[in-house]
Structures are given as C-alpha cells and as structure tokens.
C-alpha cells in the first residue's frame, strides 16, 4: 500500500494521513502544467483539464461513483453512515457537486456563487470539515483510475491539474462548512396531516420547528423516518407561510423507496428532517416579460406557490400554465389554480389530460403538444417543473419551435 504523495500547492492531502487502498495510488511527480504549449494561467489550465476529463468519464459515471465511495469509506469509514444501503446515487450527486466547483476555478465569481449552496447541501448530508481531505483521495483516486486525460491516459499533468482544481474549490468549502458548524444543517418538523388521494398520490402537510427559509418555487431535500438517508427533493405547493406550515404533493413513483413509503407510510406525528432550499424555479419581478409555466403532475405543486406569491405582487407578471397529467386526478392543484385564475385576469390555466381525451374540461395530447397548439412562446420566460421525461419532450419541443434555450428554467433532472 502506498500512500498518496501530493504536490506542494495540495493542502488538501497531508501525506501519511490517509493511505488509498491497493492500486488506488501512484506516486505523483508533479510536472509543470503544459504553459508552452497551452499559454493558460495555471487556474485556466486546471479548469480546462478538469472539464475535459469530466467530460470523457462521465458515461463511466456509475463505476466511478461506486469506486470514490469505497475509496471514501475506507479512508474514513464514519463517511459510510452518511449514506443509505445503496450508495450509487448519494455517490454520484456528492461527485457532481466536488467537480462543478472545481470546473469553475478559472471563472472566481461564479465560483463564489456556487459555495453557499454547496454548504448546505453538504452540511445536510452531514459531512464536517474534516472529511473534506479524505473526499479529495478519494475523488484522485477514483479519477486516476476511471479517467482519461487530455491525451487519452491519466498523467501527472493531468493529476496536477486535478489536484490544484480541488485545492482552490474546496478550500472555501471546507472553511465555510468549518464556519457554519455552530448552526444546524437541518430542520426538523412534524407531519400534521397526511392525505391519500389515490393508490399513488398523497397530500403530507408538515409542520417545520423553525420556518425553513425558501422562496415560492423552491424545493427541500427531505428525509423521512421511513426511509432514514435517502434524501429526496419536494417542491412546497404553497408560498412560504408565516406559520412556517408545507404542504407537500407526493407521487409513489414505479419501484420508488422513498416516494412509495411517503405516499403509503407517512403518518400524523411522523418527524422529517428538513434540508435547505434550492432550485431555480422562480419568477423575477422587475421582468414585464409574459411567462409560459408548463407543469406535469405533483410539478404542479410549486407552480402553485409560484402564483400564489405573484397574486401578492403588486405588478403580477401575465402568466399562462399549462397543468398536465395521464387522467384528470392526476390534476391535484387544478382547483386551486383555477381559482386563483378565476379572481385575477394575469392568469390563464389549460389542463391537459393524454389518457382522458373525452374528457371536456381538459385540453386532449401531451403536454409538449397541447402548449405548441396553445401559441407561439418564442418571447415568454418559460418555466418547466415535472418528471425529467416531461421535461425532456416539452424543452426539445420548445426548442424546435424558436423559443431561446436561455429563457427556458427547469431545476436538473439527472439523480432526483
Ligand atoms: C427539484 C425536484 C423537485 C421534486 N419535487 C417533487 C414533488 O414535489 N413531489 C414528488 O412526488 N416528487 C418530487 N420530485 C421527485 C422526488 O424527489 C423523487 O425523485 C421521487 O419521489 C422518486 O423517489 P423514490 O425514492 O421513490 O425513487 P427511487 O427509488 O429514487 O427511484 C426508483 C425508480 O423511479 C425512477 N424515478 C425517480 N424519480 C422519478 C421521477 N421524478 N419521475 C419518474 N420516475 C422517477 C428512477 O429512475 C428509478 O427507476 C422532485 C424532484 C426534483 C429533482
């Protein structure tokens, strides 16, 4: 077993500490980064190199996620109660959000942008500073193994620049989740109400200790007591409350862990550990540009909060949704919505119902093609919310139909 050697500009590694496991590490004999030959400045190079090697390992994506995390346990094995039984997901989400900021090392304010998110999201997966070392072995380790470098292989110029990306990403990570430790990663609050709909679909209202702060649009990762670590994302149907209260539209997906045991488990008294709030949904209020929301099934939920937040402006944005489902209960925020259009002329609601076409109240198709029929949207801001299939058809169709990629806003959705 040989331990890892690391450059000098590598604070992260102190060597001797963390020793990878058999044929995880190489000696690393720092060359000096190519300059003749690319004229970048050290932090360009790394960046570069980093996105370039991402990109060609990425469809390695699964065995390298699983590598990193057995490298990760075994360098610091109290990481492993970090993660549920199956790692892959947690793993590849954790790898994602090291490399997005070391991407980023040659571009500092858009840098700076990411770390406060990246705070919370790695204190509600309960990493404390300290593993921030051990996660860099793991992560070079994992990359010396499953990744290609510029020139095809994995060289010291290559580990170098990896090296250097991690140094100056994370270092502000770990001192801000260093910073951060005296306040707590999570919230905590009780499930008040729990509301079956259907086989597959139910309405959870719970009630937060604190509020959690979020904007109207917004999701929370959640964690229930049914299914302890296996973080998912929920969208609030309603603009944040004064009494902090959420409700929660939830679909049991096919083989899903956590959306079947919500939908079928979840009960009054139940408590949930709530995570911070991201997302891009949004709607910005100084824009007088019409907005085109399309949203398939529980997606709905936050489109609900995002215009119950407009119906409080003073100057509401003109806004047509688009609410679709496979049959007319799929619907759950149709009612509400139609209320809200009903008391204020900004809003106009069309359902649309692909397994219902007899059905009168409901626009007959897809989702993708009932908003095409509906208008032309190449000068709306558009927002999508829903499955990452619905998402998929409805951006490409967009697309093709000349609205600009830059006005369309969905949050990602690869490892929901
Ligand atoms: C930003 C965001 C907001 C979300 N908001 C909500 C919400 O308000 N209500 C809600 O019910 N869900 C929401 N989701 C989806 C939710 O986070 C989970 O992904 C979903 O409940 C499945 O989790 P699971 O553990 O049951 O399934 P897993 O056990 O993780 O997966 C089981 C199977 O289901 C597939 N799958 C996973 N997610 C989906 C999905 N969304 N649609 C279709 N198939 C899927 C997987 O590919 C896999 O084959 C949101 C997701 C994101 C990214």
Do not use: N
């Amino acid at each position: 077993m040989r331990a890892v050697e690391a450059p000098p500009t590598t604070p992260f590694v102190r060597p001797g500490r963390h020793a990878a496991p058999e044929g995880g590490a190489a000696k690393v004999t720092p060359t000096a980064p190519a300059a003749a030959k690319d004229a970048l400045a050290p932090d360009d190079l790394a960046a570069r190199r980093v996105r370039e090697t991402w990109e060609a390992v990425e469809p390695q994506i699964d065995e390298l996620a699983d590598w990193f995390a057995a490298l990760l346990f075994s360098l610091a094995p109290s990481t492993r109660a970090l993660f549920p039984a199956q790692v892959s997901g947690p793993a590849r989400r954790l790898l994602r959000s090291l490399v997005a900021p070391m991407s980023a090392v040659d571009r500092p304010a858009d840098l700076k942008a990411m770390i406060a998110p990246l705070v919370r999201e790695h204190r509600a997966l309960g990493l404390d500073a300290e593993q921030y070392e051990p996660l860099g072995v793991a992560l070079i380790g994992a990359m010396r193994r499953y990744g290609a470098g510029v020139d095809g292989a994995w060289d010291d110029a290559t580990e170098h620049a990896w090296v250097r990306a991690f140094s100056l990403a994370v270092g502000p990570l770990e001192q801000a989740v260093r910073a951060a430790d005296a306040t707590p990663a999570v919230a905590e609050g009780t499930v008040v109400g729990h509301r079956r709909l259907s086989w597959d679909l139910a309405v959870v209202h719970v009630r937060p200790d604190v509020p959690v702060p979020h904007r109207a649009g917004q999701y929370l990762t959640v964690e229930v007591p049914q299914r302890p670590r296996m973080w998912r994302p929920l969208s609030p149907a309603t603009a944040p409350r004064p009494d902090g209260l959420l409700e929660f539209h939830v679909r049991a997906v096919e083989g899903g862990w956590v959306s079947r045991a919500i939908v079928a488990h979840a009960a009054t008294g139940d408590r949930w550990r709530l995570g911070p709030a991201a997302g891009r949904l949004g709607l910005d209020p100084r824009s007088e540009r019409e907005v085109l929301v399309v949203a398939g099934g529980t997606g709905g939920a936050p489109v609900l909060a995002l215009c119950e937040d407009m119906s409080r402006w003073d100057r509401p944005r003109p806004c047509t949704v688009f609410l679709g489902g496979r049959v007319p209960d799929d619907l759950t925020v149709l009612d509400r919505l139609r209320a809200l259009a009903a008391e204020h002329p900004w809003l106009a609601v069309a359902a649309v119902c692909e397994d219902d076409p007899l059905d009168e109240s409901t626009l007959p198709g897809t989702l993708p093609e009932a908003v095409l029929r509906g208008g032309d949207w190449s000068s709306h801001d558009v927002l999508l919310s829903g499955s990452p299939a619905m998402i998929r058809a409805t951006a490409a169709a967009l697309l093709v139909d000349g609205v600009p990629l830059d006005r369309i806003t969905y949050d990602p959705f690869a490892d929901r």
